[in-house]
């Protein structure tokens, strides 16, 4: 089925706003920024360096995030080791979250709330409508060894995975997920992503549109059915 590209990069397609690429600078080396009406979400993967906005300065390093607003530029400057990133960009045409909160412009992992997902799942979100990414949720997924049952969500989303091994199971079969691994699913499309490792965390980061919360899942009828729930 060839759903999932191994070099972290997801185009563009039709009827979607979402498109994922990645970025490496060698140490001292500078890329710009801008896109006049996309949002454009960085997730930051290796190495450390700079995003220069303005006359502002934010420090970038492993598991931080940035988020640049469509019409924004911004420089990338990459340190002694060099810096890589994911990037993601959200076109205009999507519905937009009301702002929930004051806008930032880079977080880190450890600063980020969590939240419960499907199964012993968790997450943190990095940036959303509470601070200023109104057109999509850009969040980090964590998976304990095992795979959740079969689900869906109303989201279009981009998941990319740092470091393996897993795997996502789709309804037409199964493919292996390694470091730098990306996939799309669609609305409503039933999918796991499983951990296939037996005593390690998978850690993934997904970003989806429109703009929302990531445990907002969905269970088909026949796993659905198996569940009781107390009135």
Do not use: C
């Amino acid at each position: 089925m060839a759903r999932v590209s191994t070099d972290g990069l997801v185009p563009p397609t039709e009827g979607s706003a979402l498109a994922l690429s990645s970025l490496r600078l060698a140490a001292g080396s500078e890329n710009l920024i801008a896109d006049g009406t996309r949002d454009t979400l960085l997730s930051v993967s290796g190495g450390a360096g700079w995003l220069v906005l303005a006359d502002e300065t934010h420090a970038l390093a492993e598991a931080s995030a940035a988020l640049l607003l469509a019409g924004q530029e911004a420089a990338l400057e990459a340190g002694a080791d060099g810096l890589a990133v994911v990037r993601a960009t959200v076109g205009p045409s999507v519905d937009r979250h009301a702002p929930l909160g004051p806008r930032e412009t880079v977080v880190r992992l450890d600063e980020a709330g969590s939240g419960k997902a499907t199964g012993a799942r968790s997450f943190q979100v990095l940036f959303g409508p509470h601070n200023g990414s109104t057109r999509a949720t850009l969040f980090a997924g964590f998976i304990p060894p095992g795979k959740a049952p079969w689900h869906y969500h109303l989201y279009d989303e981009i998941v990319w995975v740092p470091e393996g091994p897993g795997r996502l199971h789709l309804e037409e079969g199964v493919e292996e997920l390694g470091a730098g691994s990306a996939f799309r699913l669609h609305p409503r499309e039933v999918h796991i992503v499983e951990n296939a490792s037996p005593d390690r965390e998978l850690t993934v980061i997904g970003i989806f549109t429109p703009a929302g919360s990531p445990s907002a899942a969905y269970l088909t009828p026949d796993v659905a059915a198996e569940y009781r729930f107390a009135g």
